[in-house]
């Protein structure tokens, strides 16, 4: 399985959302599986796009969602 499908929270052999790419399965199968997840460490531009990827996937699954205001305080501290 290559891709996470939002929607239905699994693993697939087919991209259904662009933003969901094999580089952004790899990082969720990472968290996911990982017994520390403290301790990943993402250069930039992945922490970007795990970040965009939470959010979207939060959106389907949450009503009412709304990204936080502080997202973009937080994105200007990393950057």
Not at 30 to 49: A, D, H, M, Q, V
Not at 54 to 74: A, C, Q, T, W
Request: glycine letters at 6%; hydrophobic letters at 35%; a negative charge.
């Amino acid at each position: 399985m290559r891709y996470v499908n939002p929607e239905s929270g699994n693993f697939t052999d087919q991209q259904s959302v662009q933003l969901f790419d094999e580089e952004i399965t790899g990082v969720w199968k990472n968290f996911i599986t990982s017994e520390n997840i403290y301790g990943i460490k993402l250069p930039r531009n992945l922490r970007k796009k795990m970040i965009q990827s939470l959010m979207y996937y939060y959106s389907l699954h949450i009503d009412g969602f709304r990204e936080p205001v502080s997202l973009s305080v937080i994105q200007q501290i990393y950057d």
